[in-house]
Nanobody, 115 residues
């Protein structure tokens, strides 16, 4: 059974930083992409950043230049360094892991940015 456990969320002031972590465990198989998504009440879950097994990264426009995604492939851990946080970044952040045949989600970690 695959399990994704996120950590690092919390309350931060505008302009501050947070670092999210997501550790994957279980029978993962060949991991292709690890990603972070976020969701606010009443809205759909949206991609924030993704990183492939060879280290290629992709960022959504709202976070480009502020967030950095990285991973420790040997430990199946993905990180999201979030800098210059804004109130619009307030959301429930989810970790996602894709293999060649499956798609897994974490339980989410809340990030709240206060002004």
């Amino acid at each position: 059974q695959v399990q994704l456990v996120e950590s690092g969320g919390g309350l931060v002031q505008t302009g501050g930083s947070l670092r999210l972590s997501c550790a994957a465990s279980g029978s993962l198989g060949a991991v292709n992409v690890m990603s972070w998504y976020r969701q606010t009440p009443g809205k759909e879950r949206r991609l924030v950043a993704a990183i492939t097994v060879i280290g290629n990264t992709h960022y959504s426009d709202p976070v480009k230049g502020r967030f950095i995604i990285s991973r420790n492939s040997a430990k199946n851990v993905v990180y999201l360094q979030m800098n210059s946080l804004k109130s619009d970044d307030t959301a429930l952040y989810y970790c996602n892991l894709k293999t060649s045949s499956s798609d897994y989600w974490g339980q989410g970690t809340q990030v709240t940015v206060s002004s």
